[in-house]
């Protein structure tokens, strides 16, 4: 894990370049390196943090189950503010976010987790539905073959489940 101390950024900032065995979530599979690289610039007891990372992740994908490589190549921005000296814990919880403030994070302490931030961001980036293909036939539901390899052999079901609604009519 990095982490830097909000204190610690200079006036004139800090740059960053990480690569894969310091940031990348070891939950994921990656395919060649990964690498990202981040601004930090301290404004008061605010920090902007301005990146991108490059990896390529591999999925299996939602409709067939096939692995696929998906690249993906973001740029980010984080608004971090460390809270004033004199704030109540109650007051903290209880602050109400301006609209120039939903972009913000409040750091709990002085600790900034450069780790944490990639991490994050590298989740975002992942799309909801990870397809390997706009294409992909999926599976058959009956046999499990994969539709985009081989042709299923399954009887094709002509009964419909509204079948049963046509015994209350009579």
Known sequence: MVKIDFY????????LSMDDAHWFPQDL???????????????????VVT?????TVVFACDRCLGKFHLPLDSDFRIDLELP??????????????HDNEMDMDILENSEI?????????LYLAVPMKKLCS????????????????EQC?????TSSPFSVLAKLKG
């Open 8 to 15: 610690e950024i200079p006036e004139e900032g800090l740059s």
């Open 29 to 47: 599979e990656r395919l060649g390196r990964a690498e990202a690289s981040l601004r930090l610039k301290r404004l008061g007891q605010r920090v």
């Open 51 to 55: 990146g991108r990372f490059t990896a």
């Open 84 to 97: 004033g000296e004199g704030i109540s814990e109650m007051e903290e919880k209880d602050h109400y976010c």
């Open 113 to 121: 987790n450069i780790t944490d931030i990639l991490q994050q961001q």
């Open 134 to 149: 706009e294409e992909c036939r999926g599976m058959c539901s009956k046999c499990g073959a994969n539709l985009n390899h």
């Open 153 to 157: 052999r399954c009887q094709p079901d």
